[in-house]
Structures are given as structure tokens and as C-alpha cells.
């Protein structure tokens, strides 16, 4: 399907900039957003009318698992026109060759933005559903091994600041620009504090696989929580983290800090884990991914803390186009921004996803 030269939306809901603008339009021509107005919609060569629905900046997922070209295919479903393909821990020649096969592979769908290398410098004792054969002790040597195959693949790095040479890594990582996360860790709050300084700016799926907080050991969780230079991750499905700890993020955090992910295994190759009481376990019943949406996260996002929809959304869209440096073009609904976008009921059910201009899902309004 051909994308249309010029696009226009109507009778919208637009959510942008922290608000909602009702009987609004929305005009794309050359898979860029032109203008929006409230009066008088232009012509346009394809019209979509929105019939009274919401109308925001398609969803930037930062940590989903699974082949790429399925993500793409199937993601956009669930309100995604932009994702980072998460890759578990494994050795340097395993993960350049994912790279290196997805690269030449014909797509279409959502946008794969990069990758989000999970490891493979974990802390084993926090490994989760990491495989821990595939951990290793960080080196500065077997980073620049990792990063000469990769290259500019990589845009976002985990690791467990509490290994030897932690924060050399993190050095290194944030010469080559790479985002830092930190996650699968039992770093101290010193230890946290430290990283942060020497420039890891995120945390992976905040309070999954941490240490824990105590009265005397306050931890990753509450450096991450208190310290504004690093953004959070949170997997909103009441499972993965408890409402109440979802509620407490919220209200201790700037909200443009926290960025809103799936951690979906769904389009895993060959999964060979068990869907038990929402979330996807290994046999031992460890937790190992979600089947969440990033809709499914907002909507969460919304009920279990109170804030709002538009506030929501950002923590979809624009904080992490913030977080991968894109936000100059994609995350916000405003002239000159890529044309990615969603239209979604009050329901959350996404009907429309359009990627550069073009319709790439669409259910019937």
C-alpha cells in the first residue's frame, strides 16, 4: 500500500503538549505533520475521520523482546509505531549476527529504532530470566569487541553498576552514545549514586530484579527514585510491580522521568515460556516478560495512579523519544514532527496507526 501525498484527520480529540484539543483536524503531507487547526480542515488526497476519538503520537516502546520483523507486523495493534528491539544477554558473535540478519531483512510496520543490549554485564544473583551461562565480568576490552561489531546498533545498554569496572564501562558506553541503563543489579545507594555520576541516565524495568530497600540499605530503587538526572522505566501491568509501588513512582517522580514500557516476550521466536496469570514465567515460575501493550500501559498508567490521559501519553511518546535523543522529530504531534501517530477509543483499543504518513493498521471506527 502506497503512502497517500497528502493526509488529513478529522473531527479528532488531538492530544499534544500535556492537553487535549477536541474538534480538531490534523494535515500530513509527505509523511510529515504539517499543521492542526480546530476550523476548516484542508483538503487532503486520503481523509480519515476520527469520529470524536483520540488522536496522539504513536507509542515509542524501549524494551520489547522478539524478532523484529514480527514487532513491526504486530505491534502496532497495541498503539506502537516505534520500538528498541530488547536482546537478552548472550555472547558478542550471537548478538552481532541478530543485528547483521535483521539489517538486510524486509520489514514494514512499526519503525525498529535500535537495540537494547540486556546484559550481557548482569549481576548473576539478579539474573531473572536472563540466561546466566550468557553472563560475564565487565571488561573495557570485551565492551569495545561488543561495540566495534554493533556499531551504531546500540543505543541502549543495561548493566549492574556494582561489578568490576562498572563505571568504566559507563564511561566508555556514554563516549560512544550509548544510553546506560542500570537493572539486574543489587548496586548499594552509593554504589547507584556513583554510576549516576560517571552517566548512566535510565533504569531498567524499575523495582524488577533490584535489590531490595531497607531502613539502613536504600538502594538502586530509591536512587533512581530520588535523583532526576536518570529516567525509569516501569512495566504498567499490576503484575510485574504492584499498583501502589506504580502510584508511589508517580508521585515521587517528575513525570517526564518515567517512560512507560511493555517488556512483551509475545513475539519471542520459539518462546518457551508459559503464560500464567497474565504474564508470560519459566517453568521454575520466575517472572520473564509481559504480553502488555503500550496502550494497555496507559490506560494502566492512568487507573492505578490518577494521573492524567495526556500525562500518560507522553510517558509513551515523548519521554522516551527524549531518552533515544529523537524528540527533535517524533513524540509530539507538531509541524515538522514525523507523521507517526494513533487513533484509540475511550476504551484504549487502538483503530488507527499510521508510521511516516502511512496507514500501516486499522480497525473499523
Not at 129 to 134: F, G, I, T
Not at 342 to 357: A, M, P, S, Y
Request: overall charge positive; some cysteine; glycine content about 10%.
Amino acid at each position: 500500500m502506497r503512502s497517500p501525498a497528502s493526509l488529513c484527520i478529522t473531527n479528532a480529540q488531538i492530544i499534544s503538549e500535556h492537553k487535549i484539543i477536541r474538534d480538531s483536524w490534523l494535515f500530513v503531507r509527505g509523511g510529515i505533520i504539517q499543521k492542526t487547526g480546530t476550523a476548516g480542515p484542508p483538503r487532503a488526497e486520503k481523509t480519515i475521520n476520527a469520529r470524536g476519538n483520540y488522536v496522539a503520537a504513536g507509542c515509542i516502546d524501549l524494551h520489547i523482546h522478539g524478532d523484529s520483523a514480527r514487532v513491526c507486523r504486530e505491534a502496532v495493534a497495541g498503539g506502537t509505531t516505534g520500538f528498541v528491539r530488547s536482546l537478552c544477554a548472550a555472547d558478542t558473535a550471537s548478538l552481532c549476527a541478530i543485528i547483521e540478519r535483521e539489517r538486510s531483512a524486509s520489514r514494514s510496520g512499526a519503525q525498529r529504532l535500535g537495540y537494547h543490549s540486556e546484559g550481557p554485564f548482569l549481576n548473576p544473583a539478579m539474573a531473572g530470566a536472563q540466561p546466566k551461562r550468557a553472563l560475564r565480568q565487565p571488561s573495557l576490552k570485551a565492551l569495545d569487541h561488543l561495540l566495534a561489531c554493533c556499531g551504531a546498533d546500540i543505543k541502549i545498554m543495561t548493566l549492574a553498576p556494582e561489578l568490576r569496572c562498572g563505571n568504566a564501562l559507563i564511561r566508555r558506553l556514554r563516549e560512544s552514545g550509548v544510553v546506560i541503563s542500570l537493572g539486574h543489579s543489587q548496586a548499594t545507594y552509593e554504589q547507584a549514586m556513583a554510576a549516576i555520576d560517571a552517566g548512566a541516565s535510565l533504569a531498567t524495568h524499575m523495582y524488577n530484579r533490584m535489590g531490595p530497600v531497607s531502613s539502613r540499605q536504600p538502594g538502586l530503587v530509591t536512587a533512581a527514585l530520588l535523583d532526576d538526572r536518570i529516567t525509569v522505566e516501569i512495566i504498567a501491568d499490576g503484575i510485574h510491580v504492584h499498583p501502589g509501588l506504580i502510584q508511589l513512582l508517580l508521585r515521587v517522580k517528575p513525570l517526564d522521568k518515567v517512560v512507560l514500557v511493555t517488556d512483551s516476550v509475545s513475539a519471542e521466536p520459539g518462546l518457551r515460556k508459559r503464560l500464567s496469570a497474565g504474564v508470560y514465567r519459566l517453568a521454575d515460575g520466575t517472572i520473564a516478560g509481559s504480553r502488555l501493550t503500550m496502550l494497555e500501559a496507559i490506560q494502566n498508567a492512568v487507573k492505578f495512579s490518577g494521573i492524567s490521559l495526556a500525562q500518560a501519553v507522553a510517558m509513551a511518546t515523548l519521554n522516551p523519544a527524549r531518552v533515544l535523543g529523537v524528540d527533535d522529530r517524533k513524540g509530539r504531534l507538531k509541524p515538522g514532527y514525523d507523521a507517526d501517530l494513533i487513533v484509540f477509543d475511550k476504551k484504549f483499543q487502538c483503530l488507527t496507526t499510521i508510521v511516516g504518513g502511512k496507514v500501516v493498521f486499522s480497525r473499523k471506527i
